[in-house]
C-alpha cells in the first residue's frame, strides 16, 4: 500500500474530509497547510497576521510562509502521512522535493480529486466557512485553475498523477480513492 502521499483539487472536492478519513483509518500523519494557517490566524501569530488577508481575499499565502510552516511540522513526514493542500503551485511542489530529498524521502502517489466547477460553487456555499462566500469562492476556483492545476502536469509526467472523480458522496468517493491505494 502507498503511504507517502498528496491530495491536489480544487478548493470544495473534499480534500480535508478525505485526506481525514483516509489518515484516520491509516495511522497516517495529515497535515494540511490551510489547517495550520487558519490556526496561526487564530491565535494571532506573526505568520497568521501575515497570512489573514491573502486568506480572506482567496489569494495564495507566499510561499515562503507556506514553507516556514510546513517545515516547523517534518515530524510528520516520519511515517506514512498525507500531505492536504500543499503544494499548490510549481514552486512549492519544487520545494516539496527538495525538502524531501534532504530527508531522503520521496512521494509515492498524487490523488487529483476531480470535480467540475458548478458542482465546487455548490458545495463550498453549502459548507458556510469565512471564506465560502461566492465572491471569494470565485476567486479561488480561479486561483486553483491559475496556479494549482500546473501540478496535474507536473505530478503526470513523473507518472506519479491518479484522477479520482469526486462527485458523490463521500463514502462513494472514500472507496475510489481506497481502490487506488
Ligand atoms: P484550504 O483549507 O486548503 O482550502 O486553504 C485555505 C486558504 O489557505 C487558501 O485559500 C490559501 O489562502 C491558504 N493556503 C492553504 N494552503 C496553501 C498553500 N500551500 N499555499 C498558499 N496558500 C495556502
Redesign the pocket.
Known amino acids: 500500500m502507498k503511504n507517502r502521499l498528496l491530495f491536489i483539487g480544487p ?1 470544495g472536492a473534499g ?2 474530509t478525505q485526506a481525514q478519513m483516509i489518515c484516520n483509518s491509516n495511522d497516517f500523519c495529515h497535515l ?4 495550520l ?2 490556526a496561526e490566524v487564530a491565535s494571532g501569530t506573526d505568520v497568521g497576521r501575515k ?1 489573514a488577508e ?2 480572506s481575499r ?4 507566499k ?1 515562503e510562509l ?1 514553507l516556514q510552516i510546513v517545515r516547523t511540522r517534518l515530524d510528520c513526514l516520519s511515517g506514512g502521512w498525507l500531505l ?6 510549481v514552486s ?1 511542489a519544487a520545494s516539496l522535493d527538495q525538502l524531501l530529498a534532504d530527508i531522503n524521502q520521496q512521494i509515492e502517489l498524487v490523488i487529483l480529486l476531480k470535480l467540475d466547477d458548478s458542482a465546487l460553487l455548490q458545495r463550498l456555499i453549502l459548507r458556510g466557512r469565512d ?1 465560502d462566500t461566492e465572491e471569494i469562492i470565485a476567486n ?1 476556483i480561479e ?1 486553483y485553475h491559475q496556479k494549482t492545476a500546473p501540478l496535474i502536469e507536473f505530478y503526470t509526467s513523473q507518472g506519479l498523477l491518479e484522477v479520482v472523480d469526486a462527485d458523490g458522496t463521500v463514502n462513494d468517493v472514500n472507496s475510489r480513492i481506497k481502490s487506488i491505494l
Open positions: 478548493p480534500k480535508g494540511s497547510t490551510g489547517e494557517l487558519r497570512a491573502l486568506m482567496g489569494e495564495l499565502v510561499d507556506v492536504d493542500g500543499f503544494p499548490r503551485n512549492q471564506d479561488r486561483v
